[in-house]
Structure formats: structure tokens, C-alpha cells
């Protein structure tokens, strides 16, 4: 069975220039729930000042329904974050570093070797609370600036989150640079060194076209966790290079014709993906949107 992880209401919504009205991503994330998706990134405690998409994170979750099996994540990058998550009805917070000091100077304005300290408590102190802990690795297939980030790096900064209290750790393709070989080498490496019981998921984008195809080589790695975005979102085309995620209907798609099982309907995730065009006033980036399902 593979495990979608539908990042559309953030990831995919926080790289679109129009702005979403809380109505609007409350429809969103219901027609998922109603398509028989599970597991939703459904909101960022981000700065607001920084991330205006996202400043509605606790108004989102109040309006939510309230559903047995149904996970609701919400992207924590600090402690003010934590701080708010802990007040919110979320399920899981999704903790994030990246783990490149280029980036992550550039975007947190630390050190990974200090976001990783700072975030472990936020971790620890999260743990603790009841919620549960996914740790987000950010950059782990490749840097814009610093070209190669070591494996050995990432596989330091999973243990420590690890260590710290995450049940599962996500590894992140932030800025689209992964490749199939690489993809599975890196998701075989974390099952040697983790074990194979390791709750891994993959987050690709399809910035350079390779998306489905990494999917796909974590998948004969042994990966069964995927995050994707309805219709592609995340490609404002205002915003210098941004792209979407792996598409979610896409995606399923994909694993439905391979005969694996996704738990959800894909006609009506398609139509969801089309509604989501109507809402956004622009063509998105899914592909089956266009052609159909054979
Ligand atoms: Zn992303």
C-alpha cells in the first residue's frame, strides 16, 4: 500500500502568487478527505510576514472536518512555531531543516549543525505534548549553491531527529536536482542504515521534469511514503523558477497502472485537480488532467 502524503494546501499553495481564501483550502483538503486521502500537509506555523499564503494556519485547522484515520501535519521550522502548533488541534508537526549551510544560512540564517540543535528540542518538547513528529530533511539530494550535499550529512542530521523524537523522517528534493540512481541509492542507504522498519518518506518536485521518475526509483528502493501536490501546484508563473510538486493524481496514476494500491479514488482526486484550476485561474501542471485516464 503507498501512503500519500498531499502537501498541495502548503507546499503547493505557498509557491502560488494568487492568494487562497481559507474557504477555499478548507474545500480543498475536504474534497481530498473525500477522494480517500489521508495524510495531509495542511498547513505552515511560518512567520506571516514572510509566508502571507500561509498566515491562516490556525483559522484552516479550526474549520477542518474532524475525521477518524484522518492526519493533519503543519510545517514547523522554530520555536515560535512549535509554540503555535501546540495550541492548534494539529496532528503531526512537520519539522523542517535543510541540510546544506548555504541554504539554510540563506533561509534560517543558521548553521544546519545549529538548526538541527535548536530543532531537537523543538522535537523533544513536541514529542512530549502527544503530538506526533515527522522529520523533513530539506536539500538531501542537492544544493543550488553548494552543488553535492554529502549523504554522510544527511544521514547525521536523520539521526540526531531521529534521537530527538521524529517516528518518521521525510527526505526533501527542495529545489529539484535529484536523479532515479541517486534516489535510490540515498533511500537504500537510509535502510541499512536505519533498518528497513524506518518510516521514509520522499518529497519531490518537478522542477526538472524528473519527478514521477524519482518516485518511482524510491519506490523499487522499498519506499512506500510520498508527498505530491493536487494538479502540480507550487509553480507560480511569476515566481522565478519555482515548480510544483510530483503530481498527486499523476502519482496515483502511475502506481494504480503498476497495479499498487493508493487507497484512492482516482476520478475523483481528478476532479478535485480540475476544481483546483477553476480556483487558482490558471492551467496547472498535471498532465492527466489534460489526457484523461486511459
Ligand atoms: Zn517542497
Redesign the pocket.
Known sequence: MIEICE?GPR?GLQ?ECKMVSTESKVELITRLLDSGIRNIEAVSFVNPKVVPQMADAEEVLKSLPKRNRVRYGGLVLSRSGLERALKTDVDFLHVVTTTSDSFNLRNAKRTVEQAVEELSLVIKDGASSGKGVSGVL?TSFGCPFEGEVPLENVLKAAERFLEAGCTEITL???TGMANPVQVQKVAETFFDTFGMDLLLGL???NTRGLGLANVLAGYHAGVRRF?SSIAGL?GCPFAPKAVG?VCTEDMINMFHGMGADTGTDLPAVLETAKWMETVMERPLDGMLMKAGIA
Open positions: 502537501v507546499d509557491n530539506g526533501a528534493d527542495t518529497h519531490f518536485h508527498d507550487g510538486n
